[in-house]
């Protein structure tokens, strides 16, 4: 689990609390994932009955089963709110078409993947270098890199199966 928040003091007189939200808390959270709290060393699930952000690090929060002040005051003020790392996280899982489009680094020649072709036999990355097409096997041993948040791919490739 990680931190993503502390509860700093009510709000309203219903059991809501101020938030204030630290950078990695997600900007896609939705209220059916639960939050946690430790409360006598144990992670204790809270599931959100409304959220509404206020500003770019706090939010307004009420949470189920919390529907008073009291309550409020004694198991959430001052405490810090925990995700599931996993929640946080986007799912790992992609398909060999997603990465058309990606830029593509064989050597020292930089190109762009331009088509995927799925063959059970042999499947194939269409990549474009140098203003030539080139099919290469798309098999895990010849890909050293993929970085999914600038688009680009790095291969390596055995001598000789490029004509450059």
Request: proline letters at 4%.
């Amino acid at each position: 689990m990680i931190a993503v928040g502390r509860i700093g003091r009510l709000f309203g007189t219903d059991g809501g609390v101020m938030i204030t939200l630290y950078a990695n808390f997600p900007d896609n959270f939705q209220t059916k994932e639960p939050l946690f709290v430790i409360i006598d060393k144990l992670a204790v699930p809270i599931f959100c009955s409304s959220f509404e952000h206020r500003g770019q690090s706090g939010a307004v929060v009420n949470f189920d089963d919390i529907d008073t002040e009291r309550r409020a005051e004694e198991f959430l003020v001052g405490r810090e709110i925990f995700m599931n790392e996993g929640e946080e996280q986007e799912d790992d899982e992609f398909y060999m078409e997603d990465l058309i489009g990606f830029s593509a680094i064989v050597g020292k020649s930089h190109g762009e993947v331009s088509d995927y072709y799925d063959s059970e036999a042999n499947p194939l990355f269409e990549i474009t270098l140098d203003g030539k097409e080139h099919l290469i096997p798309a098999q895990e041993k010849f890909i050293a890199h993929i970085d999914f948040e600038k688009r680009k791919i790095k291969f390596v490739l055995p001598e000789g199966l490029l004509e450059l």
